[in-house]
C-alpha cells in the first residue's frame, strides 16, 4: 500500500469512556480530491472519531485514544484543536459557530484579521493595529466566490437563511491557508433541498481543488449523489467500507440499522384500533436542538406507541410541547378535549404525565429522598398526601411512607429504603423512581422519553417490562420517545419515525431494517413512494 | 428585514417624552436648564463613556467604575496633601490614579472571569466590597499605619480623612482654561463635526457597503449646532451667559474618538467577539480571558479620569461618598440612551446624558409644581435615577420575550 497516496489515515482508532467502549478498531483512509461519506446511526461512533481527529479536550482529558492517525504518510500526535488547524484539518461544525451580530467577513476572518500598523500599534503593540477591511472583503468575497454564494459579504449573518450560514462556514474553512481536509458534519441536517443540492455542488467543487471531504451524514440520497466512498459504522464499529459503484440506498440503510432486536411484546399485531387518546394536529415546538415543525400524529388508548428518529429532529421535543415545558402552538386533544398548550398544569389535570428523558436535571428532586420524590408531583397537583389545615397544608408523612413503600415494591426498586436520597440511586433505579412519581398521578396517558439513556443492560429490559405491565395490567396509553430504535421494536405496537421535525412515516416493529433506515434518514418517500399503515 | 423605528426605540422615546413634560411643568427657562445641563454633562460625560467598552466585551454594565472613582479620589487627597494647585495638581492626580485605576482594574476582571454570566451583579457587590476597604484606608489606615499629618484633610484627633475635604485650588482647573459662550461653542461644534463628517463621506467614498455611510449622524449634528448658533447668537438671548468649558468637552470629544478608534483595530474586533460569543471566540483561539480584563480595566482608568473631571469641577470632595452613586447615575444615563446590557454606543451614552441630566434637572422643580412639596421634588430625582434603570432593564427584557412569541408565530 503506497502512503503517498492517502491524505490523510485513521488506523485501528478505538476509544474508551471510562471503561465503556465506543470506539473499536476504526480504519479510515482518504485521497486527495475524495468525498468519503461516514454513515451512521447516533451513538455508532461518528462524533468521537471527529473530535479523535480534531484533538478536541474531551477525547485527551479522559485518557486519550488508541490507533495512529497519519497525514501525509507522517504520524502525528493531534493533541488540540489548534494542532490539527495547523495540519490543515477544517471543520464545517453542525451547529454553526458563527457570530450572529458579525457580517459575513467578519466571520469569516475571525481571529485571523487582515491588519495595518499605525501610530498608536507602533507604541502600544500590535492589538492596536487597525484592521484592513478592504482587503478581508476581498478575501471573503473570494471565498464566496469559489462555493458560489451570491451575497454581500458585509451582510451580517443574524436573519440570513439558515443555509447561507452553512456557506458561511464553508467559506470560512476554503478561506484558510493549506486546507487539506475539510469535515462535514451533518451539514444538510437543517437544510432546504435546494439549499442542501448547491452546497453538494460546492463540495464537489471544493474536492475538485484537491482538498479531501469527510462527509457525516445520515442521507442515503445524498451519500449516493456525492460520495466516491463510504464507511458504515455501527455500534463504535466499522461495518463496512465500500465504494459508491458496488453499493445502493437499500443496502446502506440496511448496514446502518441492522441489529437483533428482541421482543418482549410478541403480539404487537393483535392491536385493534380504538378510540383515539391523543390527537396531535399541527404540532409546533421551540426546543432548542429538537424544534418540531409540523406533527399530525393519533394516538389509540391503550397502545404503546414509539416515537424514534435521529437526534436532533425532533422527537424529543414532542412531548416536552405537549406537557408545556417549551413553547408550543398547535391543536391537541385529549380523548376528544381540547388541551391548552404552554401549561403544565393543565396537561396533568387532562391525564397525562410525563418521564423526562433529563432524569437527573428536571426528573428528580436530587437531595431529596425517594418518597418525597414519588410523592411530589401528585402533592403538587392534586394536593393528595397532604393535610389540610385551613389554608396551610402539611406533609401527610404517614400517607406518604405508605405510598412509597408499595411502589418500591411494584416497581422493584432496588435502595435501602423510602428515606434514601436519589442522588446515590443507580441510573436504573432512578428512572424507576421517575416513574413512580408519574405514576402516583394515575395518568390516563404517560408519556415516556429515553427511558433506558445511560443505564446497564439489565436495568434496561425491567424498565421496559414496567412499561409493558402497565399497559397490559392497568390499560395505560403509553407514548415512549426513544433514540434506540431497538428498545422501541422491542415493545412497541406502532412506531412514528420523525424526521425534520415532521412525522416521516409510521412503521409496525415487524417493518424491515431497510425501511427503518430509510425512514431514519428522511429517504423513505424518495426511494419507496408510498404510504404504510 | 424590516424594522420597526417605535419598537427599536421604545425606551429613549418614552424618556424623551416624559423629560418634555418634565420641563413643561418645571416652568424653568430653556436658557437656565442648558446652562445647567453643560455644567452636568461636563461634569459626568467622561463617566458615561468609560461603561462603553465593557458592553461590548460581553460584561454588561460596569457597575465597578466606582473603583475607578475610589482610586482618583485617592490621587486627589494625596495632591491636596501635597498642596499642588491647578492644572499641575490634576494632572498629578491622573498620573497618580491610572496605576491605581489599571490595578483595581485587573483585580475586577479577574474576579468577572470566575463568575461569569453575573458580571453585572459582581461588580455591583465588589464595588459595595471595595467600599469597605476604601473607608477602612481613609478612615483608620491614614494617620496610624499611614503616618500622616495634616490638620487641613484630617479629622482633628489625627485619625482619618475629613469627611469633606476642600478643593479649592484645583477648583475649575480644567473648566476654566478656556471658556466660550453657548453661541460661540456652536460654531465650535458645527465645523468640528462638519469636517469630521465631510472626511468620513471623503474616506469611505469608494466602498459598495452601506455600512460605511458613517457621515449622517456628524452631519446632522453639525447642522443642529448651527441652527442654534442662529437662535441663540442675538446679545439679548438668555443663551450668552451660559458659557462652555471647552477644554472638558474636547477631554470627553476625545474619549469618544478614542473608542471609535479601537472598534476599528484588532483589539476592537476582539471586544466585540468575545461579547458576542466567548465560545466561538476561544475555538478561535481569542484569549478571552485576558480580552476580558483589558476591557475593564480601560474602563475603569477612564472612570478614574471622570471623577478627576467630576471633582474639579464641584470644588469639594465629599470623601465618603462623591463616588457612591457615580455608577449607577453614569448607568441610568446610558440606558436612557437606549443602550442595553448588550448593546451600547457613544451615540447613546451622549443621548442618554442629555436626557437624564435634562431629568434630573426639572424633576424636583416639575414634582413641587406637580405635587406642590419642595421635599418630594428631592425624592423624584432619586426615584428617577433607579427607577430609569428598572424600568430600561425591564423593556429590555420585555422586548426580548416579545421577539420570542413572535419567532413562535411565524
Known amino acids: ?533 | 428585514m424590516k424594522r420597526n423605528f417605535l419598537f427599536d426605540n421604545m425606551v429613549v422615546l418614552l424618556f424623551v417624552a416624559i423629560t418634555g413634560i418634565g420641563i413643561w411643568f418645571s416652568g424653568l427657562s430653556l436658557g437656565f436648564v442648558v446652562m445647567d445641563l453643560v455644567t452636568r454633562i461636563a461634569r459626568n460625560g467622561l463617566m458615561v463613556v468609560a461603561l462603553l467598552i465593557p458592553v461590548t466585551a460581553g460584561m454588561g454594565l460596569n457597575f465597578a467604575v466606582i473603583l475607578g472613582a475610589m482610586a482618583a479620589q485617592i490621587a486627589i487627597i494625596a495632591v491636596i496633601h501635597w498642596q499642588i494647585a491647578g492644572i499641575s495638581g490634576i494632572l498629578l492626580a491622573t498620573l497618580l490614579s491610572t496605576p491605581l485605576a489599571i490595578l483595581f482594574g485587573i483585580f475586577i476582571g479577574r474576579l468577572l472571569n470566575k463568575t461569569r454570566g453575573q458580571e453585572m451583579i459582581t461588580s455591583m457587590i465588589a464595588g459595595f466590597f471595595a467600599d469597605g476597604l476604601y473607608m477602612l484606608l481613609l478612615m483608620v489606615i491614614v494617620g496610624t499605619l499611614i503616618p500622616l499629618r495634616n490638620p487641613q484633610i484630617m479629622l482633628p484627633h489625627g485619625i482619618g480623612i475629613l469627611n469633606t475635604v476642600d478643593l479649592a485650588i484645583l477648583r475649575g482647573a480644567v473648566d476654566d482654561l478656556y471658556r466660550l459662550s453657548f453661541p460661540h461653542f456652536m460654531v465650535l461644534v458645527a465645523v468640528i463635526f462638519l469636517s469630521i463628517g465631510a472626511w468620513f463621506q471623503y474616506s469611505t467614498r469608494g466602498s459598495r457597503q452601506p455600512s460605511a455611510k458613517k457621515a449622517l449622524p456628524f452631519f446632522l449634528i453639525a447642522g443642529a449646532a448651527a441652527i442654534s448658533f442662529v437662535l441663540t447668537r442675538s446679545p439679548d438671548s438668555s443663551f450668552v451667559i451660559v458659557s462652555v468649558p471647552v477644554v472638558t468637552f474636547a477631554i470627553i470629544g476625545l474619549a469618544c474618538a478614542f473608542l471609535g478608534f479601537i472598534a476599528t483595530t484588532k483589539l476592537g474586533q476582539d471586544f466585540r467577539t468575545v461579547g458576542q460569543d466567548q465560545h466561538v471566540a476561544k475555538i478561535s483561539g481569542i484569549d478571552v480571558d485576558k480580552t476580558r480584563i483589558i476591557a475593564i480595566t480601560i474602563s475603569t482608568v477612564m472612570a478614574a479620569w471622570g471623577q478627576i473631571l467630576l471633582l474639579s469641577n464641584l470644588g469639594n470632595l465629599s470623601t465618603y461618598g462623591s463616588h457612591i452613586s457615580v455608577g449607577v447615575f453614569a448607568i441610568a444615563a446610558l440606558l436612557i440612551g437606549g443602550a442595553t446590557v448588550t448593546k451600547a454606543t457613544v451615540g447613546q451614552a451622549l443621548t442618554g446624558l442629555v436626557l437624564f441630566h435634562t431629568l434630573f434637572l426639572v424633576s424636583p422643580m416639575a414634582g413641587r409644581n406637580l405635587l406642590g412639596d419642595a421635599q418630594l421634588g428631592e425624592f423624584f430625582r432619586v426615584f428617577i435615577a433607579y427607577g430609569v434603570i428598572a424600568v430600561s432593564l425591564a423593556m429590555y427584557a420585555w422586548k426580548r420575550a416579545y421577539a420570542g412569541k413572535r419567532q413562535l408565530r411565524s
Open chain 1, 1 to 533: 500500500m503506497e502512503h503517498d497516496n492517502y491524505v490523510l489515515e485513521m488506523k485501528n482508532i478505538g476509544k474508551l469512556y471510562s471503561g465503556n467502549r465506543v470506539l473499536k478498531d476504526v480504519t479510515l483512509r482518504l485521497r486527495p480530491g475524495e468525498i468519503h461519506a461516514v454513515l451512521g446511526e447516533n451513538g455508532a461512533g461518528k462524533s468521537t472519531l471527529m473530535n479523535i481527529l480534531f484533538g478536541m479536550p474531551v477525547i485527551h482529558t479522559t485518557g486519550g485514544h488508541e490507533g495512529e492517525i497519519l497525514i501525509d504518510g507522517k504520524v502525528v500526535a493531534i493533541d488540540s484543536p489548534f494542532e490539527s488547524m495547523k495540519l490543515g484539518i477544517g471543520m464545517v461544525h453542525q451547529e454553526f459557530m458563527l457570530i450572529p451580530g458579525f457580517t459575513i467577513t467578519e466571520n469569516i476572518k475571525i481571529n485571523r484579521e487582515i491588519t495595518r500598523p499605525n501610530i498608536a500599534s507602533r507604541i502600544f503593540g500590535p492589538a492596536l493595529k487597525s484592521l484592513d477591511m478592504e482587503a478581508m472583503d476581498s478575501d471573503a468575497r473570494k471565498a464566496l466566490d469559489t462555493i458560489g454564494l451570491n451575497i454581500e459579504e458585509w451582510t451580517k449573518i443574524a436573519g440570513m437563511p439558515v443555509g447561507y450560514m452553512q456557506f458561511v462556514e464553508i467559506a470560512r474553512e476554503i478561506d484558510k491557508a493549506d486546507m487539506k481536509i475539510i469535515v462535514f458534519d451533518e451539514p444538510t441536517a437543517v437544510l432546504t433541498e435546494s439549499e442542501a443540492d448547491a452546497l453538494l455542488k460546492a463540495m464537489k467543487v471544493i474536492a475538485d481543488s484537491g482538498i479531501a471531504i469527510l462527509f457525516i451524514t445520515h442521507r442515503l440520497d445524498e451519500v449516493m449523489t456525492i460520495a466516491d466512498n463510504i464507511t458504515v459504522l455501527r455500534d463504535g464499529e466499522l461495518v463496512r467500507t465500500l465504494a459508491k459503484t458496488e453499493t445502493n440506498a437499500f443496502q446502506l440503510a440496511e448496514l446502518m440499522v441492522g441489529r437483533k432486536v428482541e421482543k418482549i411484546v410478541q403480539d404487537s399485531s393483535s392491536m385493534t384500533k380504538s378510540e383515539i387518546a391523543v390527537s396531535i394536529r399541527g404540532l409546533k415546538v421551540l426546543m432548542p436542538g429538537e424544534n418540531v415543525r409540523q406533527v399530525d400524529l393519533d394516538v389509540f388508548a391503550g397502545e404503546i406507541i414509539g416515537i424514534g428518529g435521529l437526534g436532533g429532529q425532533g422527537k424529543i421535543g414532542i412531548a416536552n410541547g405537549i406537557m408545556g415545558l417549551y413553547p408550543a402552538a398547535g391543536q391537541v386533544s385529549i380523548f376528544g378535549k381540547p388541551l391548552a398548550l404552554s401549561d403544565t398544569k393543565a396537561a396533568y389535570e387532562a391525564g397525562l404525565a410525563f418521564v423526562s428523558e433529563d432524569r437527573r436535571g428536571v426528573g428528580l428532586l436530587l437531595d431529596s429522598s425517594i418518597e418525597i420524590n414519588i410523592a411530589f408531583t401528585a402533592m403538587q397537583m392534586r394536593n393528595s398526601f397532604l393535610h389540610r389545615l385551613g389554608p396551610f397544608s402539611q406533609l401527610a408523612y404517614g400517607k406518604i411512607r405508605k405510598h412509597a413503600l408499595k411502589k418500591i415494591a411494584d416497581l422493584d426498586i432496588r435502595c435501602t429504603g423510602p428515606m434514601q436520597l436519589t442522588r446515590r440511586l443507580s441510573g436504573g433505579n432512578q428512572q424507576k423512581v421517575c416513574i413512580a412519581r408519574a405514576l402516583a398521578l394515575d395518568p390516563k396517558i404517560l408519556f415516556v422519553s429515553e427511558p433506558t439513556r445511560g443505564i446497564d443492560v439489565g436495568a434496561k429490559k425491567i424498565v421496559l417490562e414496567t412499561l409493558v405491565k402497565l399497559n397490559r395490567e392497568l390499560g395505560m396509553t403509553i407514548i415512549m420517545t426513544s433514540s434506540e430504535l431497538a428498545e422501541l421494536r422491542s415493545i412497541c405496537q406502532r412506531i412514528a419515525i420523525i424526521c425534520g421535525g415532521r412525522v416521516e412515516g409510521i412503521l409496525s416493529p415487524d417493518a424491515s431494517d431497510v425501511d427503518f433506515g430509510l425512514m431514519m434518514a428522511g429517504d423513505y418517500h424518495k426511494f419507496r413512494g408510498k404510504e404504510v399503515v
